[in-house]
Each structure stands twice: as C-alpha cells, then as structure tokens.
C-alpha cells in the first residue's frame, strides 16, 4: 500500500505507533496516508525520543494526535496500563 512493505491491508483506517522508528520513507509514507494517525511516545525515550517525532510532525496532516506519556522510556516498564489507554 502507498510503496509501504509494513502495510498489508487496503481497509487500513488508523495508523497508531508507539515509540517507533521513523526512516524519512517512513515520514514520506506518512504525510501522504489519508486515515487519523496516533503516535505515542515516552519522555525519558532515549532510543526515540520526543523531540524527534515533533519537528517531522509538522509536515503530516490532519486528523493527528502525538501523545508523551511522562516518565515512561522505551520499554514502558510500569507504563503499560496508561499505554494501553490511550490505544484503547
């Protein structure tokens, strides 16, 4: 779909990632994908963190929400409940 090899299915109707890795084909895929996207990250991520995801967010459209979850790193040891919130 849209040149993306992760995505499988043509009924996709969100795109939510937490914590992810975002290559600049990524982002590109990104800016162009119709459906809401969620993107959750934590603020003490030192593998991805917050600060990364906001400028490249700029470029993507509408409908979007970015959401940190404080004090939570990149294996969201003892965030998983609050993590699970917000997908959910």
Do not use: C
């Not at 409908?63 to 004090?71: A, E, L, M, R, T």
């Amino acid at each position: 779909m849209d040149g993306n090899p992760n995505v499988t299915s043509i009924f996709l109707t969100l795109v939510a990632l937490i914590s992810p890795q975002l290559t600049d084909e990524k982002w590109q895929w990104l800016r162009r994908r119709k459906t809401p996207l969620l993107l959750i990250a934590g603020s003490e991520d030192d593998e991805f963190p917050p600060a990364q995801y906001e400028a490249n967010l700029k470029m993507v459209p509408e409908p979007k929400h970015f959401h940190v979850i404080k004090g939570a790193d990149h294996f969201w040891v003892g965030y998983e409940t609050e993590l699970a919130g917000q997908v959910g």
